[in-house]
Nanobody
Framework: VQLQASGGGLVKPGGSLRLTCAAS????????WRWYRQVPGKQRVMVAE???????EYGDSVSGRFTIAENKPEKTASLEMNSLKPEDTAVYYC???????????????WGQGTQVTVSS
């Protein structure tokens, strides 16, 4: 399964951005989508997760400002980011885990990063 992330860019503090991650590559089911972010010199950290059942989890630093959602028919996930702060500046990565339909073969896939810069 291949993931394609999009939607990053430059935004002023207090602004909003929406990231999208599209999955492709045969017949599969996604069990969980996650968004991570990473700044230079630091580890990649998870900011949001949504499971196939709709359960969501957020990192403390983004809770209440970010919203993760899934569009099952389109096999996409999004991250709506509001009230952005300079400390949200990072490369954002999407991740999906699941299995290929009709098989027991599982996958863990990463998208390429997309830069989000919050600056005045």
């Amino acid at each position: 399964v291949q993931l394609q992330a999009s939607g990053g860019g430059l935004v002023k503090p207090g602004g909003s951005l929406r990231l999208t991650c599209a999955a492709s590559g045969g017949a599969f089911r996604v069990n969980a989508w996650r968004w991570y972010r990473q700044v230079p010199g630091k580890q990649r950290v998870m900011v949001a997760e949504i499971t196939s059942g709709g359960t969501t989890e957020y990192g403390d630093s983004v809770s209440g400002r970010f919203t993760i959602a899934e569009n099952k028919p389109e096999k996409t996930a999004s991250l709506e980011m509001n009230s952005l702060k300079p400390e949200d500046t990072a490369v954002y990565y999407c991740f999906a885990s699941g299995f290929y339909s009709g098989t027991t073969q599982v996958f863990d896939s990463w998208g390429q990063g997309t830069q989000v810069t919050v600056s005045s």
